[in-house]
């Protein structure tokens, strides 16, 4: 009996183990790429460019962590709605695509320290009527299918219709065209929508909650997570990161 527990426990201890290095640092260093994950649908953070490839704030900052860890980058786009399921079964190796860090979030998966902080806001029309959240009973509000702003309007405000969507264009062409009343995003995306005269927009109320945005890794891979860490710290420190933001958003959101 005591040969079979100490080989049972041996063999818990082995599986432990590997469970912990799956898709650490030293996998990303084997394959020489460390793939992250985004939506490709959240300007200026992470979009399609014109030459078809994945372009923003999130692509440049991921990029950059890849060559201070000495391997190559590989964004890939995928749904927000799965992002964190693709993430925990291993088909990227983290998540770098404004992120928010929640509590709920930390019971499945790791984060490193943030790398922006940013919040949520309701954007609308710039003609409509209403100019604070509490007018928004019987309106119409879009949000991101499994975001935290989904969350939120869900739980704090009450009476809306709720409509999803894929990301951020979407809202904004449906809100100018007036199938939707107002939408809640990234404070920093809306207003540079309104900047770029996306479309007729203003923001509504203040800001409805502040946010930490990090990378998200799988638990269990504390090396990657320091390397990850370490190389923002550089960024900040060596003004990589702020030329990246103030290239992609005009300010710099650290």
């Known amino acids: 009996m ?10 818990v201890f082995m599986l432990t183990s590997l469970t912990a290095i799956a898709g650490g640092l030293e996998d990303v ?21 014109e030459n078809n490839e994945v372009a923003g704030f999130d692509v440049e900052i991921g990029k950059e962590i890849a060559k201070r860890i000495g ?8 749904a927000w709605d799965g992002i964190i399921a693709g993430l925990l079964a291993e088909k990227y190796d983290v998540i770098c695509g404004s992120m928010a860090i929640t509590d709920q ?13 940013s919040g949520a806001q309701v ?10 959240v509490d007018e928004l009973k019987g309106k119409k509000i879009g949000v991101t ?37 107002a939408f809640v995003t990234d404070k920093i995306v809306g207003a540079l929508a309104i900047k770029d ?8 109320g203040d ?12 638990k269990g891979n504390p090396e990657l997570k320091k390397a990850m860490n370490e190389a923002l710290a550089e960024m900040k420190e060596d003004g990589t990161y702020h030329s990246i933001s103030m290239k992609w958003l005009g300010i710099d959101v650290r």
């Open 29 to 49: 260093k084997e394959e020489n790429t460390l793939s992250y994950a985004l939506t490709g649908q959240y300007p200026p953070f992470n979009f399609v460019d």
């Open 71 to 78: 391997v190559k980058p590989k964004p890939v786009t995928t």
């Open 145 to 181: 299918l499994g975001t935290t702003y989904e969350e939120w309007v869900r739980n704090n405000i009450e009476g809306v219709k709720i409509r999803t969507y894929k990301g951020v264009p979407d809202m904004v062409l449906e809100t100018a065209t007036g199938r939707i009343d």
């Open 207 to 218: 800001l409805l909650y502040e946010e930490r945005m990090g990378i998200a890794l799988r």
């Open 105 to 117: 979030r930390l019971k499945s998966i790791d984060f490193t320290e943030p790398y922006y902080r």
């Open 2 to 11: 005591k040969n079979f527990l100490r080989a049972f426990f041996v063999m």
């Open 123 to 132: 954007f609308a029309k710039e003609d409509a009527g209403f100019t604070s």
């Open 197 to 204: 005269k996306a479309a007729p927009l203003k923001l509504v």
